[in-house]
Structures are given as C-alpha cells and as structure tokens.
C-alpha cells in the first residue's frame, strides 16, 4: 500500500503536467483561427461598370480610392495589367437586421464579421447587443483595421418592457425614463433604438419622441397588444403586428401561424397607414425559409453554405431534433402551415412594395439556419421572388437602406469607398452575387483570394478533433440541458 502511494506521489507531477499540456491542447483546439488583418486603403480600377440599383446602366469608367474615399472617376482607361478590369462594381449589401453572435466560445464575433464581408456584406445595423458595447467594440476593431469586417450601424442595446425576453434587455416601464436611456443610448455612438416585445404603449411614445429629439431612428419589433398601424415605427421588424394577434403572443409558433388568419382588407390597411407615416418595413422572410429548411435533414445537409460555419451549428443547435430551432416543437401540420406562412408574408411585401413603402433586406443572425452573409443573398432572392424583382431586390440590400441610414450611395469623388467587384453583373442575374473578386470596406480591397484563403483556415479548424468530439457534445448537452429546465418551468 505504501510503496503504491509512492508511486502515485512520484507520476502525480507528471499526470498534472500532462493534463494541463492536453488542457492547453483544447483550448488552442477550441478558438478558431486569428482575424483576418486589414490591409492597407486604397486602389485603381481602370475599366469598370458601375451597378446602382435603380439607376441606368452608364459607360464603363476609371476609379481610383485614396485612403478610405473615392478620389477620382473618369472615363475607362486601359491597363492590361488591372485584374478588374471588364468587371462589375455595385455598392456593397447591407444587412438591415443582424446579431453578434453570443455563444459562450471564443472568436465567434471575428467569424461573423468575416462571413459577411465573404459575401460582399460591407455595412450590417446590429438590431439589439447581447452585451454591453459589443457592436462599438467591434466597430473599432474594425475602423482600426485589427479585424476584417463591415461598417457597423448599431442599437445598442434593446429595450424591452417588465418582464423582458431577453436579460440584457434594457427595461422600460415609466413614460418618464425615455429619454434618459435614448440619450444614453446616443452618447455610446448608437444611432437607433430598438424597442420589443413588452413595451407598453406609453412608453413607446415617449421613446419615439426621445429618438427623433437625439436624430436617432425607432425600430424593432411592433410591441404584443400593438398592430403595425399603432406602433408607427420608422422601419418595422419581421412584419410583426400585421397578422392578427396570438392568445399567446409571446409563443414564437403561435404568433406566426396568425398568418392564416390574415386577409385582404387587414393588409391594405396597415399598407396605407405606413404609406402615411411614412414608415419602412424589413421582413426578414429568410428566418421563415430556414424554419422549413431545418425540419428537413437531407435540405440541411444538401445547403453548402452550412459548411461556413463550425459543424455544431448544423449539427447541433440547429438540428430539428435536439436544437435550438423552432422546428424542433413543431409537428409535419405546423411545418406545412408555415409555407402558407411565407407566402402571406410575401404577399404583404409586394402590397407593400407596390404601394411605395422601403422594403429593406435583412437576415436577422444568428437565428437558427441563419448565415452571415449567405443568408443575405437568400433573402434578396425571396424579395425579387415576391414581387420586387431583381433590380429592386437588389436596391433593396443598397440604394434604399443605404438612403434610409442617411449615407446615400454615391461613386462621386469624396464618397466613402465601400463596394464590391464581381465577375459577372447581378444586374442581369442575381446568380452573380456569389461571383465576387473582391470586397472593398472603406478603402481596403479584400481579394477573392484573400478571402478564400482565410475560409480555409476556419474549415480546417471546424474538422478538427477537438471541435467534432469535444466541443460538439458538450454544446448538445448543455443545449437539451437548458431545453429540458424551460419545459419543465411551463
């Protein structure tokens, strides 16, 4: 017995030695690889054609951009030795409704950002931080040229009424806190309030007063007990607050299915009353899609943009069976009723369209199925597929949010340099929007290259050990973990 403790007591360093080497081993394992750096601004183009959605086609020109704006456009010059040249340049997409990302693993914002920028994302507006300061903490990483990634228009974030659906929600209950918390807001370099589920009627008035006092803009979601026409948001999230309300609103499956009971008369209605505020509307049909997508394995598999992200995503969190996904609680009704779902919502947005309300194109990540950047690219499909078309679909992801954000897209010298080149013209067919050679984010050019490159680093981490028989099983424990204590308190 005592020679045996001896013996522990002699390879008892070396096991401690070892555990914390393997220890080390997982946590490099377990962080994706570094940011891809920004380069340095500033570029020429010789022979290009300008795309502006919603505006005619013009004669090819030469561009130059020193630092991060525009310096000088003429007519095309030859130079045989420009790799663009003969190509296509259009204002780079921007993603009215996104989210930082806020699993507990490292490195998971960087990817984020990159993914937009990969799809030629170059301005997002964060609808909602999940912490303090996260979207102004990436902005800087970004503008310093620390990270690559796009301009970051932000909320902040969210405020909510009692009882908030969210905990970092800041709460509201009293008229006489609004602009106190809109000030702030604006103090930490937001430009919008994002209001929620639970804000009560007063209150939201007296945020909207607040918001427009500090130039700010109101948007979010139509509170529960509001309909679209009530909330008078400047730009309404999710087409929520047009269908009819849930007996149990605050139940994401039973307020969408409210769509069925949706008709005509409701919905010019509400057209005409945001006709006359004046109001703009973002209906991230996407999330909807991805719904559908997720209940069905095989769709999931067969969808290579999945691939983009860590395997965990896919196979875990947003797996119909065992995931945090809506299709996870629905039955096969449910899920054919959700098509219907989308087709009403798609009548809506070309009623809207047709009537003159912005329709602006965004994505809501990381909802489930939900991928920066790719899921963009789906959502001006399904925009043109409702009635926009291609050219609007398009000025959709552009010209209009871009005019809404107060940054009209301009290619005048003095204008900030922030545009895509793709190989082919998405004014002639969307297709081309995953033709991209280069993405340029104030000033900095991005190559095809470059970014494939650093896609690679990321895929090659996704496949490791570590992250595919460690990190995996722990994330579906701790989501069915969590999924089985919310069931057990309803």
Known sequence: MLEGLKIINRILPIIM??????????????????????????????????????????????????????????????????????????????????????????????LFAFLHLYHGVTTIRTMGDMKPGQSSELRTLISEGEMAGPNIVSCGRMIDGPDPVWDSSLVVDDPSDADRVVKKLSEQGNSCIKV???????????????????????????????????????????????????????????????????????????????????GAVTPTLVTIERVLASKNRETMLADKANELLPHYYRDTLWDAEEGITAARFMDEAQIMAFETVLKEMQATVKELYEAGVPIHAGTDTMAPGVIPGASLIREIELLSESGLGPEQALASATTVPAEFLGEPVSFEPGATASFVIYRENPRENLAALNTIEAVIVDGRLYTRDMLDE????????????????VVQPALKFGVNQMVKEKLEQL
Do not use: C
């Open 196 to 278: 929620y589920d639970h804000v009560k009627p007063d209150v939201l008035d007296s945020l909207r007063i607040a918001a427009h006092k500090y130039d700010m803009q109101l948007v979010g979601h139509v509170p529960h007990g509001m309909n679209a026409a009530e909330a008078r948001l400047d730009d309404a999230q999710h087409l929520r607050g047009f269908p009819p309300a849930a007996d149990n609103p605050d139940n994401y499956i039973e307020g969408r299915m409210q769509w069925l009971n949706m008709d005509e008369k409701r919905r010019k209605a509400f057209v005409k009353a945001l006709v006359e505020q004046g």
């Open 454 to 469: 650093q896609m690679k680093k990321y895929q090659k981490r996704y496949d490791a050990f570590v992250q595919q028989q």
């Open 17 to 110: 030695v070892l555990l914390l080497a393997l220890a080390a081993v997982v946590a490099i394992q377990i962080q994706l690889p570094a940011a891809l750096p920004s380069p340095e601004p500033g570029l020429k183009l010789s022979n290009v054609e300008l795309v502006i959605p919603g505006e005619p086609q013009s004669a090819p020109v030469s561009l130059e951009v020193k630092g991060q704006t525009i310096s000088r456009v003429t007519s095309a010059e030859t130079d045989k030795h420009d790799p663009y040249s003969g190509m296509y340049v259009m204002p780079g997409l921007i993603d009215m409704h996104a989210h930082w990302n806020h699993l507990p693993l490292p490195d998971q914002n960087e």
